[in-house]
C-alpha cells in the first residue's frame, strides 16, 4: 500500500492556492480550522478569513452574504454540523438564491472514528443531492480533493465537497484533474460493475483484485460526481456488465447507492447491491474497525458482487 | 443615484405603497398585509430618502443594499421597487400568480432590486454581515447594508449568531431596523415567547440600539438617515428598533394578529383603499 492522506489535508492548503492565482475567494469557519485545515488559509489570508464562531447557521448565512457581494466563498466545520445544523440556510439562501457558497466540510462518514455516531455524518449526501442547484462531489483521495476544490471554485453556483479526517491511500497519480460530472472507469471488467465514491474507491479496486483470483472480472467506477451524476458511463459500464454494486461510506439510503438504482431503474435495469451502512447511526471505535463493523470492505464488496452476478444468472 | 424625496414626497409615498399592498394582496387572495404595512412607512423612508440607489441600475456597485429579511412583508418590498422605477407596476396585479416576477416571498433570480432570497426567518441579518464584509474586502466604505427585520424573528437563534458577528467584527456598515410591532402569527410576542426589552438585548451585544416611531417619517429620515454616522462615530453596528403598529393605516386590520397572514375580501378592500384615499390610479 502506498502513501496515505486525509482528502481534508487537501482543503486549507488548495485555497491558499486558489487565493495565490487571483482567485476572490474568502473562508467562514465555525471553530473547527485546525481540524478542517482552513486554519492554514487563515495564516495565509487573515483578512479574507472569518470565523463565525461555534454557529453554523451564521457560517452557512455570512458565507452566502459574502457570495452576494461577489465572492467566491467557502465554508468549512464538519459535515453533520454544515448540513444538518444549517439546512435551511444551505436550502433557502444558498441554493435558492444560486450563490457561489461552496460547503467542503470534513469528518464525514465514520472514519471519523471514536468520536463516535454524533459526528459520523452518513446523510449528507442524501440532504445535499436533493437540492436544486446542487453539486455533490466525493474525491476519492487527497489529489481528487484538492482537483474537485479548484473545481467548485471555478463553476459558478453551490456546491458540495465532502471531505473526510482518516488518511486514505492515493488512488490518482499527481497532477490529476477532476472534471465535473465524469465517472472515471478505474479498471475495465465484463460481469459486474464496481461504482464507488470516496474512499471505498479503493475499496473497490481492492475487491476487484478478489474477484478477479476467482475469475470474475469486475470493472471499477469512481462516481467522484454524485450530482449530476454520469448517467452514460453507469449505463454504459452495467450494459456490459449486467450486475451493479454500489459503494459508499454513507448510508445505503439517498446517497450514491440510490443515485445509481435511479439511472438504472429508469435506463436500464440491472441487479444492484448497495455496500454502506444499512440505516443505522455510527458508533464509536478505530476507522478501520468501523469499516469492518459496518461490512464496508473489499471483501463486502466482493460478497456483494458474487449476490449481484448471482441474481443475474 | 435616485433624488431624496421630501417628507411630504415620502408620507405620499408611503401611502401609494399601502394602496399597492393591499391592492396586491387583494388580487394575489393570499399574502401578509399586516407585517407589510406596518412597514410601509420604514421601507418608504428608505427607498425614497435614505438609500443611495439607481433603479434603472440595480447592480450599481456604489449603491445602498436593501435587506428584507422578514421576507413574508414581501408586497412592501415589491410596492417600494414598483414604486421608484425597479419594475413596472403592471406586476404587481401578478403577485403570487404563475409566471411572475413577484414571488410570494423575495426572489433574487426573479426580481429586479432584490438583492437575496428571504421568507425563511432569522436569515437576514448574517446575510447582510457577509454583504458588508464583502464591500470591506473590495474597499468599499460607502454603502451601507440595511437589513430589516420582524420583532418575532428575533426569536430566531441565528439572528443573535449574527448580532455577536457583527459586534465582533465592528461592521459599522451594517444597519439592522427591527419592526417592532409587538405580533407575530400566534398572537402577541410577549405571550408566545417574550423578546423583552429588544434595545437593551442588542445592547447587551456590543450593538448601539436607538428606539424610534416607526412610522413618523420625520423622525424616521432622521435616525435612519443618521444610523450610519452613528455607526461610524460609535465604532459599533447600529440597530434602529422602530415601534410600529401592525396593518397601519388600515383602521380593521390595526393591531391585529389575525392579519398577519390573511387577505381582504373585495368589500373589505374597498372600505381600506377608501380610507387610504386611493384612487384608481394606484388602486
Ligand atoms: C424559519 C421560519 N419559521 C416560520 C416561518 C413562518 N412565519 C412567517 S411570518 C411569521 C411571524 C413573523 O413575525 P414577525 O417577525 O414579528 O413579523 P411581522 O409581525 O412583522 O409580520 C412566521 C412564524 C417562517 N417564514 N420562517
Known sequence: ?313 | MAEGRSPDELRELARRMRCDIVSMLTEAGSGHPGGSLSAADIVATLYGSVLRHDPAQPALPERDRFVLSKGHAAPVLYAALAETGYFDRTHLGTLRKLGSILQGHPDCKKTPGVEVSTGSLGQGLAISNGMALSLRLDGMMEPTVYCLLGDGELQEGEVWEAAMFASHHGLTNVVAIVDNNGLQIDGACSEVMCLGEIAHKFAAFGWEAVECDGHDIGTLVRVLGGARARAEAGGKPVVVVCSTIKGKGVSFMQGLADWHGKTPTAEQAATALAELGCNGEVA
Open chain 1, 1 to 313: 500500500m502506498g502513501e496515505k492522506r486525509a482528502t481534508r489535508e487537501a482543503f486549507g492548503a488548495t485555497l491558499v492556492e486558489l487565493a495565490d492565482a487571483g482567485m476572490d475567494v474568502v473562508v467562514v469557519e465555525a471553530d473547527l480550522s485546525k481540524s478542517t485545515t482552513t486554519a492554514t488559509f487563515e495564516k495565509a489570508y487573515p483578512a479574507r478569513f472569518f470565523n463565525a464562531g461555534i454557529a453554523e447557521q451564521n457560517m452557512i448565512g455570512t458565507a452566502a452574504g459574502l457570495a452576494v457581494g461577489g465572492k467566491i466563498a467557502f465554508t468549512g466545520s464538519f459535515a453533520v454540523f454544515a448540513t444538518g445544523r444549517a439546512y435551511d440556510q444551505v436550502r433557502n439562501t444558498v441554493c435558492y438564491s444560486g450563490l457561489d457558497v461552496k460547503l467542503c466540510p470534513t469528518h464525514s462518514g465514520i472514519t471519523v472514528g471514536p468520536d463516535g455516531g454524533s459526528h459520523q455524518m452518513l446523510e449528507d449526501l442524501a440532504l445535499m443531492r436533493v437540492l436544486p442547484g446542487m453539486r455533490v462531489l466525493v474525491p476519492a483521495d487527497a489529489r481528487a480533493a484538492a482537483s474537485a476544490i479548484r473545481v467548485a471554485a471555478a463553476t459558478p453556483g453551490p456546491f458540495y465537497v465532502r471531505l473526510g479526517r482518516a488518511a486514505v491511500p492515493l488512488v490518482y497519480d499527481e497532477g490529476f484533474e477532476f472534471e465535473l460530472g465524469r465517472a472515471y472507469v478505474l479498471r475495465e471488467g465484463t460481469d459486474v460493475t464496481l461504482a464507488a465514491c470516496g474512499v471505498m474507491v479503493e475499496r473497490a479496486l481492492a475487491a476487484a483484485e478478489l474477484l478477479a483470483a476467482e475469475g470474475v472480472s469486475a470493472e471499477v467506477l469512481d462516481v467522484a460526481t454524485i450530482k449530476p451524476i454520469d448517467a452514460d458511463t453507469v449505463v454504459a459500464s452495467v450494459a456490459r456488465t449486467g450486475a451493479v454494486v454500489t459503494c459508499e461510506e454513507h448510508s445505503i439510503i439517498g446517497g450514491l447507492g440510490s443515485a445509481v438504482a435511479e439511472v438504472i431503474g429508469e435506463q436500464r435495469p440491472v441487479p444492484l447491491r448497495r455496500v454502506g451502512v444499512r440505516d443505522v447511526f455510527g458508533t464509536s471505535g478505530d476507522p478501520e474497525e468501523l469499516m469492518v463493523h459496518y461490512g464496508l470492505t473489499a471483501i463486502d464488496i466482493a460478497a456483494a458482487a458474487r449476490e449481484a452476478i448471482a441474481v443475474r444468472a
